[in-house]
């Protein structure tokens, strides 16, 4: 995450082996028998406005397997207005069913992420 202060302790560089994102992305891949479709829209830090000061980065769309896992575009670690923010998006493929694990936390400056809670989807492997 950056913020709007580079000089902001809570500035989190990208970690090795890892790039920030241009301003929309997306991304797709094949996973198994199933297509990943996504695009990120990634907002810079602003100088002004409530919770303006930190990068706000959103998932606009994401299906597998033809299946949308969001009705509407989805805030991604966001944590300055909601209690609780969309942290982590996993998916996998195991015995023939796609795996989708979706989760939200709560976010602290002195511990981080906490709270974290999971939901398990299911999408069909074929289109």
């Known amino acids: 995450m950056n913020t709007s202060s580079p000089e902001d302790p809570g500035t989190v560089k990208a970690p090795p082996g890892f790039v920030l ?42 299906t597998v397997g033809g299946k949308s896992l969001f009705d509407a575009p989805e805030l991604f670690n966001h944590y ?20 989708i694990n979706v989760c939200y936390a709560q976010w602290n400056w002195g511990i981080g992420y906490h709270n974290k809670r999971c939901e398990v989807r299911n999408a069909p492997l074929h289109e």
Do not use: Y
């Open 21 to 62: 994102l241009p301003d929309s992305k997306l991304v797709q891949c094949n996973l198994g028998a199933s297509q990943v479709h996504a695009i990120f829209r990634v907002r810079a830090p602003q100088a002004t406005g409530m919770c303006a000061g930190i990068t706000q980065i959103s998932i606009e769309s994401l």
């Open 80 to 99: 300055c207005i909601d209690e609780e923010a969309l942290h982590s998006i996993e998916v996998r493929v195991s015995k023939g069913t796609t795996h």
